[in-house]
């Protein structure tokens, strides 16, 4: 069965439109038809076409939605939840998805689930049948879902994907909240500031030119930098445009990549957060994916893609390398410097005890919540620091105009 979106009208004669299942345009119709919908418009979809235009010549209908409409994390954590379930209970796959497909709210997501599901009814597997869609499936969940299959544990598999997948939801979503703040309170700061350069501070120079005679050095310097940005806002612009565009151009490119994501984990207070974060997600998707039965070096090159991060990610090949000639994962790990002293402790007492997946999952626990705490700490800090900023601009720019106001006698004379 296709899925077939539709546009058209009720009984009641209001205007109604949705997605639909059937085998064909026509069988679409008929079904429409029966649940009362007297349909219009019915076209095939395809989940990887977003925006996808229908029509003809000047007729043609684009569908801006389709770009909108991302899967998100949770989505496809609350999926497997829900897959898992079904799994569980027995209940072949064809009709685990037939039940998933028409429960599910999201429009991408069902057409995701109708294509699998004419995947796996032409004898494909589940995870092949995934791995077609990487947007939302990445090679972390098809590798676990095809390790399930194989090893007959599938509802297993997916409880863990359903734990990683929220594990990762919530610490996303923790270091979201705690940055949502400062960047607001900058944001502030920024338009504030910009609003006294631009829009108070040229009204003010009008009156000082009114009264000549000679001016602080302070308030010379504000109202030059004013005037600067009066007339050269567009340069401004350029300027931090280019800044921005050549500044992604270099990162692009390995050498300016690797340069960048070195500077990431060094940089003052961040670099901190950023390397706990990536370990963070190593020892997480590494514990899961050999806690599902997926071989160590397979896990390893899955494993490097996660943590987002070309440093870290050389590191772990070389582990990788010294699997495949029967060596520690350990050593090279700690030979890096990347990777702090607990984690390799951990995981060499991991291999030597037989115990590696445990191992690596409480680290796991311990680096969230280090994160956690540090974020916090950090969040606590910012927001005095960035009204104090603020405050100090606004003085520092209050007593440039106080000064020559103080003095206006002479100034007059």
């Known amino acids: 069965m296709a899925a077939f979106e539709y546009k058209g009208f009720d009984k009641a004669g209001a205007a109604v439109a949705g997605i639909v299942d059937s085998d064909s345009a026509r069988g679409a119709r008929t079904k429409l038809r029966k649940q009362g919908v007297f349909p219009t418009d019915v076209w095939q979809q395809k989940a990887g076409k977003r925006g996808a235009a229908r029509g003809k010549g000047l007729n043609v209908e684009i569908d801006f939605s389709r770009f909108f409409s991302r899967v998100g994390l949770k989505d496809v954590s609350q999926m497997t939840s829900q897959l898992s379930t079904l799994v569980g209970a027995g209940i072949p796959m064809v009709e685990a998805l ?30 092949d049948a995934m791995k077609e869609h990487p947007r939302i499936f990445s090679d972390l969940f098809v590798n676990m879902v095809r390790a399930g299959e194989q090893s007959g544990a599938l509802d297993i598999v997916l409880k863990r994907l359903t734990e990683y997948t929220e594990s990762q939801v919530k610490l996303r979503g923790e270091l979201r909240s705690a940055l949502t703040y400062p960047l607001l309170m900058g944001a502030v700061s920024f338009f504030i500031v910009m609003g006294l350069f631009v829009g108070v501070i040229p009204r003010i120079k009008r009156i000082f030119d009114t009264f000549g005679g000679s001016l602080p ?48 984990l060094r940089m003052p207070v961040f670099g901190r957060i950023n390397r706990l974060v990536a370990v963070s997600r190593f020892c997480r998707t590494m514990s899961t994916l050999l806690d599902s039965g997926v071989p160590i070096l397979t896990a390893v090159t899955i494993v ?6 070309d440093v870290l990610t050389e590191a ?26 607990l984690v390799t402790h951990m995981i060499a007492i991991g291999e030597r005890t037989g115990e590696l997946e ?50 206006m006698s002479s100034i007059v004379r």
């Open 304 to 309: 490097k893609s996660v943590v987002g991060n």
């Open 358 to 407: 445990p191992m690596l999952g409480k680290v796991a626990d311990a680096y969230d919540q280090e994160v956690e705490n540090t974020v916090g700490t950090l969040t606590s800090l910012l927001e005095p620091i960035l009204i104090l900023t603020l405050g100090g601009v606004v003085v520092v720019v209050a007593l440039s105009i106080l000064l020559p106001m103080l003095n």
């Open 217 to 264: 050095l302070p308030t010379k310097v504000i109202l030059t930098l004013s005037d600067f940005m009066v007339d050269y806002w567009w340069l401004i612009i350029i300027v931090l445009g280019g800044s921005i565009f050549g500044f992604v151009r270099w990162t692009r490119t390995p050498k300016g990549r690797r340069r960048w994501h070195d500077w990431q």
């Open 98 to 127: 037939t039940a998933l497909i028409e429960q599910t709210d999201h429009p991408t997501l069902h057409l995701v689930l109708v294509e699998i599901r004419e995947k796996v009814n032409e004898g494909h597997t589940l995870a």
């Open 316 to 341: 772990i090949e070389n582990a990788g390398k010294n699997i495949r000639e029967g060596e520690s994962i350990a050593k090279p790990l700690k030979a890096s410097g990347q990777f702090p002293p």
